[in-house]
């Protein structure tokens, strides 16, 4: 049955699935998912089709399999900024919300490798890797323009280490799998993904810190601590 499924998706095109399957193409996959109340969802198989469409298989517990198309945006054709100019944007954004550039370094880094055109599985965009519901919320409107981005994802996590008390791991860890999860689990949640984000952003940061450390400038904590 799942084999016969995957195989199907694998081979069919996208017009027969969208009849077949009722696959949803409207709703953002993390809205969909939610809607459904699938918790615990195990991905199976990433299909893509037309480009910058997939369709998306998951199973809940109940063992009842959810079939999502996602939309994923196109990529800008442009070439990427210059690292000077990168740098300038960075420290322009940590100095205004008050976050060690060292840090803001250390964070894209681990989210995008520097590449300004990133887009994740679940559709996060750019250099910092914004949801699109949460670079909205930022007023982001351009989530390929560095210095949107770079001023929506430092301004993200000035919020949640005002929320976190400064905490950077935790702030961190909510930057990660989100606020909510944070406050549920009274610390970082159990998952293997956040954990390992947590412990990779905060190597490159210290890292970074050396660097900067050696090249003449004073390291500074922007009012936070590790927690």
């Not at 008050?98 to 840090?103: N, T």
């Amino acid at each position: 049955m799942l084999w016969h499924l995957v195989l199907t998706l694998l081979f069919a095109p996208l017009p027969f699935l969208l009849e077949r399957y009722h696959l949803s193409t409207e709703q953002p996959v993390e809205e969909e998912i939610a809607a459904r109340k699938a918790s615990t969802l195990i991905p199976l198989v990433t299909d893509a089709h037309s480009g910058q469409q997939r369709v998306l298989v998951y199973r809940d517990r109940r063992g009842v399999f959810h079939l999502i198309l996602v939309r994923f945006p196109q990529r800008p054709t442009s070439s990427p900024p210059e690292t000077r100019s990168l740098d300038t944007i960075i420290q322009r954004q940590a100095r205004r919300y008050r976050i060690d550039p060292a840090l803001v370094k250390a964070m894209i880094l681990a989210e995008s490798h520097f590449d300004p055109y990133a887009v994740s599985s679940k559709g996060a965009q750019g250099l910092m890797q914004l949801m699109p519901q949460t670079a909205r919320l930022l007023g982001v409107a351009d989530p390929w323009d560095p210095e949107q981005n770079i001023s929506g994802g430092v301004r993200y996590l000035r919020s949640l280490l005002d929320r976190f008390q400064g905490d950077l791991t935790l702030a961190l860890a909510a930057y990660n799998a989100g606020p909510a999860a944070v406050e549920t689990w009274q610390g970082v949640p159990p998952f293997p993904e956040t954990q390992a984000y947590v412990r990779r952003v905060k190597a490159f940061y210290q890292r970074e810190q050396q660097t900067r450390k050696g090249n003449g400038y004073a390291n500074t904590t922007g009012g936070y601590r590790d927690g």
